[in-house]
């Protein structure tokens, strides 16, 4: 018997602003403007919006919405605190509550001062989920994501013989991509030589395998399917949808194997909610906050065994035209920093013939990922239902 | 009285706030041991101190000292210092060690140059006291 939820629920409306370096607008106007862009997207009304899941910590809260857009009768009012896998598993909470009937239509959004507001070293320490990290990796130097996720990567770069070479080219395919779609922050190509030269941040990670520090907004809707049929915009259904939480979830250091993160669990149970496998995807937006973070969540997702992501991603295959193409907006490495609700925004786009320059001919069913924090993980399968 | 500008002082080392639960640990290096919290019910270890076993819930446990010998199972290099207060010894390694104990340690390496480290590498767990209440652990 199918998933209870396969295909109840839809997204229906996306919205970005520009991804830029530098902006006078606060967090939470840029998700207020990404929100009425969606909002429109969908054909809805403010009026329309009964469920609101914010990204949290930071920008705006229920109260927010409910003063900024009129809400005449908010019904649910969610936070999904999985840093990076906050936005594709706020999905699952969002399609439960219209599958259900206790909302009609859930605004999922994102706005983030990452550049102009406080940098990633300071942001971290407040979180609630980094206190291990902040209790026993901060005193002896060990901040930031790109550290804690290093000691990762150079372990499989040792198991497997994973080099700066399989990284590079994430780093140079997910460019020309940012240069297709135009509103990205990094719109110069970039060579592998390029890369290669890119001064050392924490390796093996350098400065071309890390995420970038933007502003930003963005928003999805998300509506029962039967109602977001009627609305504007092509269906984009939501075949399979989960989260998953690994071992030792605030600590990396202590999770038995390092290179296990919560989308082993996702994947498995998203997989089997949308009834596709990994040869069914024409399109994957995967949650790129490294380089090396792309090539695990491939082996992870079942494109390739453990060990083989790096020779994967050769050979073109994750460009457009390729195999498998992957970020096709430009992502979190050239595009902008919206903790990954712009790969839900591209892919939807990909599905209903949005994507412009880099449109993936007739891609029907795809896929993204969220990770966050110290491995939290999330999968969505959409579909082209129209 | 100058006007020259001065350079803005450098942010202090972020310090570590022991709580009710790390308490053992951290007392445990100032005195210079690596005190490991192991549950009083079913005797396994378990790093970083919480306060019940995940294995059979007891809320009993016990710190008890440990080797301070193991073998590494990653590193990284740091060179971005993140907090600024680390740029002066930038680039520095942090190794992740598999303590012959059942836990992992997280702590600088000194004495071994970047090219010769390789998984498995017995390294020993050293104190450096930072003040008189805490004492944060390094590898050599």
């Known amino acids: 018997m199918a998933h209870a939820l396969r295909e109840k629920a839809a997204i229906s409306g996306v919205g970005d602003t520009a991804y830029t370096r530098g902006t006078t607008k606060s967090g939470l106007a840029l998700q207020l403007e990404a929100s009425l862009k969606a909002i429109e997207d969908a054909g809805l009304s403010p009026r329309d919006i009964d469920g609101v899941v914010p990204y949290f910590p930071g920008g705006g809260i229920a109260e927010d919405f409910i003063a900024n857009l009129g809400l005449p009768d908010l019904t649910l009012s969610l936070f999904v605190p999985m840093g990076g896998a906050t936005c594709v598993a706020a999905i699952q909470s969002a399609a439960m509550a219209v599958a259900t009937g206790v909302c009609k239509n859930v605004l999922i959004s994102v706005g983030r001062t990452g550049y102009s507001g406080a940098r990633v070293s300071t942001r971290l320490q407040q979180f609630p989920q980094f206190a291990l990290a902040a209790e026993f990796e901060a005193p002896i130097g060990m901040f930031a994501p790109a550290q804690l996720y290093a000691q990762g990567a150079r372990r499989h770069m040792e198991l497997y013989g994973t080099t700066a070479r399989h990284f590079a080219e994430v780093a140079v395919k997910t460019r020309e991509h940012a240069i297709l779609n135009g509103n990205v922050v990094m719109n110069k190509p970039l060579t592998v030589e390029e890369h290669h030269a890119s001064r050392m941040i924490s390796d093996p990670f350098r400065l071309f395998d890390c995420s970038l520090e933007s502003d930003g907004g963005a928003a999805i809707i998300v509506s029962a399917a039967d109602r977001a049929r009627d609305l504007k915009k092509p269906l984009v259904t939501i075949m399979g949808v989960a989260e998953g939480h690994p071992e030792s979830p605030a600590s990396i250091a202590q999770r038995p194997d390092l290179l296990d993160f919560g989308l082993t669990k996702a994947s498995a149970r998203g997989y089997a909610m949308a009834g596709v496998g990994p040869k069914d995807i024409d399109v994957a937006e995967i949650y790129d906050c490294f380089t090396f973070t792309v090539l695990r969540q491939l082996e992870i997702l079942g494109f390739c065994k453990t060990g083989e992501g790096g020779p994967f991603v050769m050979d073109g295959r994750i460009g457009i035209g390729g195999e498998l193409p992957i970020n096709t907006h430009g992502g979190l490495l050239s595009q902008g920093h919206v903790v990954g609700l712009n790969h839900v925004i591209e892919l939807t786009r990909q599905l209903r013939c949005e994507a412009g320059k880099a449109q993936v001919k007739e891609a029907e069913v795809g896929l993204v990922t969220g990770y966050g924090d110290m491995g939290d993980g999330s999968l969505a399968i959409l579909r082209r239902a129209a | ?140």
């Open chain 2, 1 to 140: 009285m100058s006007t020259a500008p001065q350079p803005a002082p450098l942010p202090e080392r972020p310090m570590p706030v022991p709580t009710r639960e790390s308490q053992a640990y951290w007392d445990g290096l100032r005195d210079g041991k690596l005190m490991l919290q192991h549950c009083a019910s079913c005797g396994k270890v378990r790093h970083y101190p919480r306060p019940v076993c995940p294995h059979c819930f007891s809320m009993e446990s016990e710190f008890k000292a440990a080797p301070l010998t193991g073998k590494v199972h990653t590193w990284t290099v740091c060179h971005h210092p993140f907090n600024f207060f680390f740029k002066a010894q930038s680039p520095f390694i942090v190794a992740l060690v598999d303590m012959d104990a059942g836990v992992r340690i997280n702590a600088p390496l000194r004495g071994i140059a970047e090219g010769d480290l390789e998984i498995g590498q017995r390294v020993t767990l050293a104190f450096e006291p930072i003040t008189k209440d805490i004492t944060l652990p390094y590898f050599t």
